[in-house]
């Protein structure tokens, strides 16, 4: 329930509210709704705006609509801000609604809580809300940024309508989570366009297929030269062997679990039998922090937090000095939006000769950058 409780975001509320052109509140008809309303900020804002515009109680209760699972929560929210919309406790991804929507406004839960899953819920939340869009409606949300990684309907979502706003600077609304955050609005149908972030920065979606967690011209830029060839280096990631898929994996070695595979940046996963990796000569590499590669000789599998790419091993050595450069650093850095490193982008890096050794100096070359790029990097990483 990240932000939607525990944290005071109400000042963000207000920013991302003040993106709804004016014709909205001025209306006495434009609906609004909150998929999931956790600690009711968004439609306590919204009621307070339409009396503002003088719009009366009767008649924002006929055109504000909200949702939440938890009743207690539901109670919570409209007796605090002494909410007089039309509220229901249900889970929004399963009741069937009629009605389509002027305006979708929300934080959504970063889980499921009702189904107690690891199933990420939030993107769910932002592909309903827009789905019950009417044409022209708009849809401000508020969300972890890994959207921003691409190969998913919600960057397809904002890349093919227009996106008027976009800002990755909320972090310090969340301190303490290990993830980094973007507030975004879309309008359904809208002529796609280029949006300046809140950062400054000028972003066309129609060139960039992926956007980093800093905005600005040089990491865009950067970016778009690592992924825009056909060929990709091949990471494998799998959760063949789980750490959740207790029938195959344990924390501990004994005579059933004795297949050694590399789980956390030090520790294990024992298996009842090989990965299909194991005997494979690989580089292999912990999915979090700063990248610390190493050969193995087809002796580990991998769990969930580990990725692998297939090596000889004669050029072993090339890969890892490619892995640990500036450049790569970089972009692991800038494309990690959680505290793990982002799975679609690793597999968007374009392939990379590893039969010869490779410089900083040598990768930048290859990838084209600037002289300004060069700088950003050799200043950012030391």
């Known amino acids: 329930m990240i932000g939607r409780l525990k944290f005071n975001i109400t000042p963000l509320v207000i920013e991302i509210l003040d993106h709804l052109p004016e014709h909205l509140w001025r209306s006495k008809e434009t609906t609004f709704c909150d998929p999931a309303m956790g600690g009711g900020q968004f439609v306590a804002v919204i009621e307070q705006r339409l009396r503002a515009y003088g719009h009366s109680d009767k008649n924002i209760?006929?055109?504000?609509?909200?949702?939440?699972?938890?009743?207690?929560?539901?109670?919570?929210?409209?007796?605090?801000?002494?909410?007089?919309?039309t509220y229901r406790a249900a889970n929004f991804l399963e009741i069937d609604l009629a009605i389509k929507f002027d305006a979708a406004v929300?934080?959504?839960?970063?889980?499921?809580?009702?189904?107690?899953?690891?199933?990420?819920?939030?993107?769910?939340?932002?592909?309903?809300s827009f789905d019950l869009l009417k044409d022209q409606g708009i849809m401000l949300m508020i969300s972890p940024a890994s959207w921003m990684?691409?190969?998913?309907k919600i960057y397809k979502i904002v890349q093919e309508n227009k996106c008027f706003y976009l800002n990755t600077e909320i972090n310090h609304y969340f301190k303490g989570i290990g993830s980094t955050f973007s507030a975004y609005g879309v309008q359904k149908g809208g002529l796609a366009s280029p949006v300046v972030s809140q950062s400054g920065t000028s972003i066309d979606f129609a060139k960039s297929d992926m956007l980093p967690r800093t905005l600005t011209n040089d990491t865009i830029s950067i970016i778009n030269k690592m992924t825009n060839k056909t060929n990709k280096i091949t990471v494998l990631?799998?959760?063949?062997?789980?750490s959740q898929r207790k029938e195959r994996v344990s924390a501990k070695k004994s005579s059933k679990f004795k297949y050694a595979n590399k789980h956390g940046s030090s520790s294990f996963l024992w298996s009842l039998?090989?990965?299909?990796?194991?005997?494979?000569?690989?580089?292999?590499?912990?999915?979090?922090?700063?990248?610390?590669?190493?050969?193995?000789?087809?002796?580990?599998?991998?769990?969930?937090?580990?990725?692998?790419?297939?090596?000889?091993?004669?050029?072993?050595?090339?890969l890892i000095s490619i892995l640990t450069s500036k450049l790569f650093r970089f972009y692991f850095h800038e494309t990690t939006y959680a505290q793990a490193w982002n799975k679609v982008a690793l597999k968007k890096i374009n392939d990379i000769d590893t039969s010869k050794s490779w410089t900083d100096t040598d990768l930048y070359m290859q990838f084209g950058l600037t002289q300004e790029e060069i700088e950003y990097i050799e200043n950012a990483f030391k």
């Open 61 to 85: 209760a006929k055109r504000v609509f909200g949702f939440e699972t938890n009743q207690m929560r539901l109670n919570y929210a409209i007796n605090k801000h002494k909410l007089v919309g």
């Open 106 to 128: 929300s934080n959504p839960p970063f889980q499921d809580a009702v189904a107690q899953s690891s199933k990420k819920a939030w993107p769910d939340f932002v592909e309903r």
């Open 149 to 152: 990684a691409g190969n998913s």
């Open 237 to 242: 990631i799998d959760s063949f062997h789980h």
């Open 273 to 318: 039998g090989p990965h299909p990796l194991q005997s494979e000569n690989k580089i292999m590499m912990y999915m979090s922090g700063r990248p610390k590669p190493f050969f193995d000789k087809g002796e580990f599998g991998q769990s969930q937090h580990q990725c692998s790419i297939l090596c000889k091993e004669a050029e072993a050595g090339n």
